[in-house]
C-alpha cells in the first residue's frame, strides 16, 4: 500500500511538471486557463482519476517530412513508430512527437492520427474517419490514469488512449478504430528502411524534449499487450524476454481467432497477425527480413503483414488491436488474461 502511494505521489508530481514543461515549450500558441474538470457527470469513466487541464498542446494537423539521411537529431536507440501502407514506410520518432503528442496524417487515402503518450509510452495510430467524417486529433491535455486524452480539435470529445474507446462526447462508450503501428528504434529503420518518410519538427528547448522522449519514469519495463476479449476491457501480455533469440513467433488464438505474435528483444519489435481462414501462417528465417512471415499459399508477408509476392500480392494481413506500454499501466486499465513468462 505504501509503494502505490508512492507511486501515484511521483506521477502527481511528473503531472504538474509536465505542464509546467508544455507551457514553457509552446509556440506562443494560446493555452486556457482551465483546470476545474467541467461537466463532470458527462464522463463515462469515474472523473477522479481525470488529472491535468485542456487546452495545452498544439495541433499538428500538416506533418513535414524528412529522408533518413538527413535525421541527424536521433541515436540507434531512439523509439520510433513506423506506418505502413502497401510500399510506403513513415516513421515516427517519439522525439519530435513529444511537442504534439498526436500527429495527423494522410497516405494512401488512409486518415490517420499517431498518438504517443510518454507516461505510460503507449503510441497507438487511430483511424481519424469516424462514420464518414474526417476529425484532427489532438491531445487535450486531461490525463486519465496518467495516460493521455485525445480529443477533437474542438475539445468537446474525448478518447482513452489505451482503452481506445470514447469516455466523453458523441462517441463516449464506442471503440475508436486503429491501424497496425509498429515500434521499434532508430537503427533498424536506417538498416532496413532508407527510404521512408521520417516526420520531424524544429523543436525548441531541444534539451527539454529529448530527456521527456528518452526516460520520464526511469528505465521502464515494457510489454506488448493485446486485446483479447471476452469482455470489455481484457488484455493478454507479451514480454520481450520471451523473444531473446533473434526473430521469433507464437501461435495462439486471439479472439477466437488463429493468430501468430512475432516479436525481437534485439531488434527492438512486436507485431502479430490473425491468419486468414484456411491458411497456416509460419515464420520465416531472419536473413529475409523486412520480410517475415510466409504462409501455406507460398505468399511472403513482410513485417507490416503486406503481402511482396505470391497469389494474394498486395493484400494485407488483419491486425489484432495491439501496443506496447508501461508494464504497470496495463494493471491501472485492463484485465489481465496472461503474462506469457
Known amino acids: 500500500m505504501f509503494f502505490r ?16 514543461i508544455v507551457w514553457s515549450c509552446q509556440d506562443n500558441s494560446p493555452v486556457s486557463d482551465e483546470f476545474e474538470i467541467t461537466e463532470q457527470e458527462e464522463w463515462t469513466i469515474n472523473n477522479n482519476n481525470i488529472t491535468g487541464g485542456k487546452g495545452l498542446f498544439d495541433l499538428m494537423n500538416t506533418p513535414n517530412f524528412k529522408s533518413v539521411n538527413e535525421i541527424s537529431d536521433l ?12 510500399k510506403e514506410v513513415r516513421v515516427y520518432p517519439y522525439y519530435y512527437t513529444n511537442h504534439f503528442e498526436i500527429i495527423n496524417d494522410f497516405f494512401d487515402d488512409h486518415y490517420i492520427a499517431v498518438s504517443f503518450c510518454p507516461l505510460t509510452k503507449s503510441a497507438i495510430c487511430f483511424n481519424r474517419k469516424i462514420n464518414d467524417k474526417i476529425y484532427n486529433l489532438i491531445a487535450s491535455g486531461y490525463l486519465y490514469k496518467d495516460n493521455m486524452v485525445p480529443s477533437d480539435e474542438n475539445l468537446t470529445m474525448y478518447w482513452s488512449q489505451m482503452l481506445m474507446k470514447g469516455i466523453k462526447g458523441e462517441f463516449a462508450d464506442k471503440s475508436l478504430d486503429n491501424f497496425n503501428l509498429i515500434e521499434t528504434h532508430w537503427k533498424l529503420v536506417k538498416d532496413y528502411f532508407p527510404d521512408a518518410k521520417v516526420f520531424n519538427h524544429n523543436i525548441k528547448n531541444k534539451s527539454i524534449f529529448k530527456k521527456r522522449a528518452e526516460s520520464i519514469l526511469g528505465n521502464a519495463d515494457f510489454t506488448y499487450g493485446i486485446f483479447n476479449k471476452k469482455i470489455d476491457e481484457e488484455i493478454e501480455l507479451f514480454k520481450y524476454e520471451n523473444f531473446s533469440i533473434g526473430i521469433q513467433s507464437v501461435s495462439t488464438t486471439l479472439n477466437q481467432r ?12 512486436f507485431t502479430s497477425y490473425y491468419e486468414p481462414q484456411n491458411v497456416t501462417l509460419s515464420l520465416l528465417k531472419e536473413d529475409k527480413f523486412p520480410n517475415i512471415i510466409t504462409d501455406s499459399k507460398e505468399n511472403i508477408y513482410n513485417i507490416f503483414g503486406y503481402a511482396v509476392s505470391g497469389p494474394d500480392a ?3 494481413l488483419e491486425s489484432p488491436k495491439a501496443y506496447i506500454a508501461q508494464n ?10 496472461n503474462i506469457n513468462d
Open 75 to 86: 541515436n540507434d536507440s531512439s523509439k520510433v513508430a513506423l506506418i505502413s501502407f502497401k
Open 5 to 20: 502511494q508512492l507511486r501515484n505521489m511521483l506521477r502527481n508530481i511528473l503531472n504538474i511538471l509536465l505542464v509546467i
Open 328 to 337: 504497470w499501466a496495463w494493471k491501472d486499465f485492463f484485465t489481465i488474461l
Open 258 to 269: 488463429s493468430a501468430i505474435i512475432i516479436g525481437s528483444k534485439s531488434m527492438k519489435f
Open 314 to 316: 498486395g493484400t494485407q
